[in-house]
């Protein structure tokens, strides 16, 4: 059966990238999906091969059809974003394909086109599969983005006799990361000993628990603020939320990164066997969740 582990955190910075490409090299038989589609960095660790490339079609945009246009005006004056710079010239970037051009053009000079708002990446890494995506600046619609990253993920699973995917989900709380917890089984959430981590921490819980998934917890370089630690764990016991573990502050952790590996990869170290210890356990509870559902 399928399983589906998601990684995700209330901000950036917290080490969400970091644990999730550990997960991703300790595990067996899976695709790894970057779902932060707005700023993907999981290629960097695993240095994929590209296999191919899919353009993502994002929302509609006006093109004026210029043999029928008869430089009136009236569009100019309407549009709100100031996309058209030239009676008869669009600008994409300022263009949000609202419509009302092609609404008030008294000749029909005016067409909604779909236009390419990304690109969807399909490659091969030393860790396995990976599925990840480009959103062109700008663009709108992640969260669709998001969706198709992990709709060919398990496509992927299926071509490849595969039944995990590790899904690197996008940072914060808003529709990209909804469309990246939507239909797990487990939520991994990264968090740090700050006033602003517990913040997130709780905002994402909550985003979680809406669509029914187990939230679990991580919170990375808890030594460099104890008492922050503290609040954390009393708010994970409070709320039933599973501490899986608690990462040190580690200089390691960041050479790893800079070498373009994981931190199991880069050094056989205590780091590497704590992030071990938070792997079997989140596999553990993952699998446990699976056959319930199953069941």
């Not at 589906?4 to 997960?23: C, I, N, P, Q």
């Not at 290629?43 to 079609?57: D, R, S």
Request: proline share 5%.
């Amino acid at each position: 059966m399928l399983k589906e582990l998601v990684v995700v955190s209330g901000k950036g910075g917290t080490g969400k990238t970091t644990l999730a490409s550990s997960f991703a090299y300790l595990s067996e038989n899976k695709v790894i999906a970057d779902c932060d589609v707005d700023a993907s960095d999981m290629h960097l660790i695993l240095q994929p091969e590209i296999k191919q490339v899919k353009p993502y079609t994002g929302r509609k945009k006006a093109k004026v059809i210029e043999e029928e246009c008869t430089l009136c005006g009236i569009c100019v004056d309407e549009c709100r974003f100031d996309a058209i710079t030239d009676i008869n010239q669009i600008n994409p970037i300022k263009c949000e394909g609202c419509g009302v051009c092609k609404i008030v053009c008294p000749v029909d000079a005016i067409e909604m086109v779909p236009t390419q708002a990304g690109e969807l990446y399909l490659s091969e890494s030393r860790y396995g599969p990976l599925i990840h995506a480009r959103l062109f600046p700008g663009e709108e619609n992640s969260g669709q983005l998001v969706s198709l990253v992990r709709q060919f993920a398990k496509i992927t699973c299926g071509t490849k006799n595969k039944d995990l995917v590790i899904i690197d989900g996008p940072p914060g709380t808003g529709c990209p990361v909804t469309s990246a917890i939507t239909g797990t089984n487990l939520a991994v959430v990264v968090t740090e000993p700050t006033l602003s981590g517990i913040h997130d921490l709780e905002r994402v819980v909550e985003v979680i628990r809406q669509f029914k998934i187990k939230p679990t917890v991580v919170i990375n370089k808890y030594d460099i603020n104890p008492e922050m630690t503290e609040k954390i764990e009393n708010f994970a016991r409070e709320n039933e939320i599973l501490l899986l573990g608690k990462i040190p502050f580690d200089e390691r952790a960041v050479e790893s990164v800079v070498d373009r590996k994981s931190v199991p990869e880069y050094c056989d170290c205590e780091l590497s066997e704590i992030i071990k210890e938070i792997w079997e356990k989140a596999f553990s509870l993952l699998r446990e969740v699976v056959d319930e559902s199953g069941a």
